[in-house]
C-alpha cells in the first residue's frame, strides 16, 4: 500500500534541511549579520511614509519607483531588475525557471547549501567541484566542467559563504564566455569586498546577479532581495515570483535605504571592514588558530585540535558562533561574523582563555 511519504521524491527526501541551531547567546556571531542595527533616521523615515499610505491596498505589482531607485544605484537597467523575499526567493524563482529533470547545474563547494536543496528539490542535477586546499575558487577546474558538461546553470557566491573567497574578474570573464548556460553570481556581501561584478552585465546576457538588503544595509528582518539581469531574462524569471512578493514596507524601507545608504549605511561597513582586519590580524597572535583571509563581513578560523569542541567552548562563554565542520573540507573549521568591537573583544578574550594565553 502506498504511504503518502512515498509521493515525495526520493532525492528529497535524501536530503537534509536547510537548518539552523537553535541556541542563543549575548554575543551573536553565527548569521553574518550587520551588528549594527538600522539607523533611527532610517526606520523613522520608513515607519512615516508607511503610516501615510493605504494599508487596505496591495502593494505596487512592478515596484517600478524602487526598480528605478535600484537601477540606478547597482548601475544597471530598471527592466533588468526582479526585487524579492530576500534573495533566496530569488535563487529559487532563478532554477525554478531554468532547472528540471536532465538540466544540469555546477557549483563550488563549500558554498551555501540553498544551492543544491532547491536544485535537487527541482529534480536537476548538480555537479560539484571542490575549491582549492588554499580554500579558494579553482577556476581551471570549473572552466573544465563548463566545457566538457555546458551546465544549464553555474552558481558562484562572491564571496564565499562560507570561506570568504572571490573570484577574480578575469576568471569570470574566461567562464562567461566558455558557457552556453547561465553564470549566476551571488553578491550578498558584495559591500565587504569592494568589488562587484555588475559591470560585466553589458558585456554577458548569460550573467544574472544576486544581492541582498540583509548584510550591508542592516535590514534582515525586512527580507529584501535584488536580481540583475538581461531584459530578456527578467521577463522569464518574473513568471516563477509569487504575485505582490514583496509587502509594501519593505518596499518603501528598500528606497529609504537607497537614499540614505552613504550618509548613514557606508560608514557601517567601512567599519565592519576595518574590525574584519583588526581580528584576522589579532587571531594570527592566538596559538594552534589559523583564521583564513575574508572579504566578507564574516571569516572562518581552522584550529588545530578538537575543532568541533570550540563551538560549545564558546557558547559556555555566552557567544555564539557557526559550527561549519559539517561542510565539505571544513572539518577542522568554524566561522563567526564581525561583531561590534565589544562583541570582537570578547571573543578574542575567550579563545585566548580556551588556548591558555
Known amino acids: 500500500m502506498t504511504q503518502p511519504l512515498d509521493i515525495i521524491k526520493p532525492a528529497v527526501r535524501a536530503l537534509r534541511a536547510y537548518t539552523l541551531s537553535p541556541h542563543r547567546a549575548s554575543v551573536k556571531l553565527n548569521q553574518n549579520e550587520n551588528p549594527w542595527d538600522a539607523p533611527a533616521e532610517i526606520k523613522e523615515d520608513v515607519l512615516r511614509r508607511f503610516a501615510a499610505r493605504q494599508w487596505s491596498r496591495y502593494p505596487d505589482f512592478v515596484p517600478a519607483s524602487l526598480n528605478e531607485q535600484l537601477a540606478k544605484f547597482a548601475g544597471w537597467k530598471a527592466d533588468g531588475v526582479i526585487v524579492g523575499n530576500g534573495s533566496n526567493e530569488l535563487i529559487q524563482a532563478l532554477l525554478m525557471v531554468a532547472v528540471g529533470p536532465g538540466k544540469r547545474v555546477l557549483i563550488s563547494e563549500p558554498t551555501f547549501a540553498l544551492y543544491r536543496q532547491v536544485a535537487t528539490v527541482l529534480s536537476g542535477e548538480v555537479v560539484s567541484v571542490l575549491l582549492t586546499l588554499q580554500l579558494t575558487y579553482d577556476v581551471d577546474a570549473l572552466l573544465s566542467i563548463v566545457k566538457e558538461q555546458q551546465p544549464d546553470v553555474t552558481i558562484i557566491c562572491s564571496p564565499n559563504n562560507p570561506t570568504g573567497c572571490v573570484i577574480d574578474t578575469a576568471d569570470l570573464r574566461k567562464l562567461l564566455s566558455a558557457s552556453r548556460g547561465l553564470v549566476v553570481i551571488d553578491e550578498a556581501y558584495h559591500e565587504f569586498s569592494g568589488q562587484s561584478v555588475v559591470p560585466l552585465l553589458a558585456e554577458h546576457e548569460n550573467l544574472i546577479v544576486l544581492r541582498t538588503f540583509s548584510k550591508a544595509m542592516a535590514f534582515a528582518a525586512l527580507r529584501i532581495g535584488y536580481l540583475l539581469g538581461a531584459p530578456e531574462l527578467v521577463v522569464e524569471i518574473r513568471k516563477a515570483v509569487l504575485p505582490y512578493n514583496l509587502n509594501a514596507f519593505s518596499q518603501i524601507a528598500a528606497e529609504v535605504a537607497i537614499e540614505k545608504y552613504p550618509a548613514l549605511l557606508g560608514p557601517t561597513v567601512k567599519a565592519i571592514v576595518s574590525e574584519r582586519e583588526r581580528l584576522y590580524s589579532e587571531l594570527a597572535k592566538i596559538r594552534g588558530l589559523h583564521a583564513l583571509k575574508s572579504h566578507a563581513n564574516f571569516m572562518i578560523v ?37 561583531g561590534t568591537p565589544e562583541e570582537n573583544e570578547r571573543l578574542l578574550s575567550a579563545l585566548h582563555e580556551i588556548h591558555g594565553k
Open 302 to 338: 581552522k584550529r588545530d585540535t578538537d575543532s568541533k569542541q570550540i563551538f560549545e567552548e564558546l557558547l559556555k562563554r555566552d557567544i555564539l558562533v557557526r559550527d561549519v565542520s559539517g561542510y565539505p573540507m571544513l572539518a577542522e573549521y568554524f566561522r563567526f561574523n564581525v
